[in-house]
C-alpha cells in the first residue's frame, strides 16, 4: 500500500521596491506582504495542514515568508532549510530538489518564485493555474511513496488557496 506525500508550493509575498538599488535578492517585504503572509499561514492552519519541512529560497522576501508560516504553523525552525535551487534555477531544477528530499517526510514546503513556481504546480494539476499570486499556496498530494515517484498521474488532489480567494 503506497503512503502520501503532500507537496505545499508556496510563493513569497509581496515585496517592497522602495529601496532603489538594492539587489533583488535583499529585497524585503511590504507591508501588504506581511499581511498576506499571515493570513495565508493562518488560513492553512485552520485547515490542518502543516507540512513537516520547509525548505525556502535563499532571497530575503521567500525566506522571511518562510519563517512567517513556520512560526504560525509552528514548525520549529530546525526544520526549515534554504537552498540556492529555489532562487529562478527553472521548476526542473526545483523538481529535483524535491525529489531528492528523504522519503520519511511525507509533507514538504517549498517557498520560491515565479515563474517557476506556477510552471512547477503545472507539472501536476489537470486543470491550469496561470498565475500563482505573492503569498499563494498550491497543495499537491500524491499517492505514493517516494517524492522520487510523484508525478501527474499520481496526484489525488490538489488546493490553490491565494490572498484574495475568498
Known amino acids: ?11 513569497h509575498a509581496k515585496s517592497s ?21 499571515y493570513e495565508m499561514a493562518w488560513r492553512m492552519k485552520e485547515r490542518g495542514d502543516k507540512p513537516a519541512r520547509i525548505i ?10 518562510a519563517v512567517i508560516f513556520a512560526r504560525e504553523l ?4 530546525e526544520y526549515l ?13 526545483i523538481l529535483q530538489l524535491v525529489t531528492r528530499v528523504d522519503d520519511s ?9 515565479n515563474p517557476d513556481f506556477t510552471y512547477l ?12 499570486p505573492t503569498s499563494g499556496v498550491v497543495r499537491l498530494e500524491f499517492d505514493v511513496k517516494t517524492w522520487e515517484d510523484i508525478h501527474k498521474g499520481k496526484l489525488t488532489g490538489h488546493l490553490f488557496d491565494y490572498p484574495k480567494k475568498k
Not at 525556502?56 to 515568508?65: E, I, Q, V, Y
Not at 532549510?81 to 531544477?93: F, H, I, Q, R, T
Not at 503545472?122 to 500563482?132: A, D, E, G, K, P
Open 1 to 11: 500500500m503506497a503512503s502520501t506525500k503532500t507537496l505545499y508550493i508556496g510563493r
Open 105 to 113: 517526510v511525507n509533507s514538504l514546503m517549498v517557498f520560491g518564485h
Open 74 to 77: 509552528k514548525i520549529p525552525l
Open 121 to 132: 504546480a503545472n507539472q501536476f494539476v489537470h486543470s491550469q493555474i496561470y498565475n500563482i
Open 56 to 65: 525556502s529560497s535563499p532571497a530575503n522576501r521567500a525566506l522571511h515568508t
Open 17 to 37: 521596491w522602495d529601496f532603489p538599488g538594492r539587489a533583488d535578492m535583499d529585497r524585503p517585504l511590504a507591508e501588504r506582504g506581511l499581511n498576506n503572509a
Open 81 to 93: 532549510s534554504v537552498n540556492e535551487d529555489l532562487y529562478m534555477a527553472g521548476e526542473d531544477a
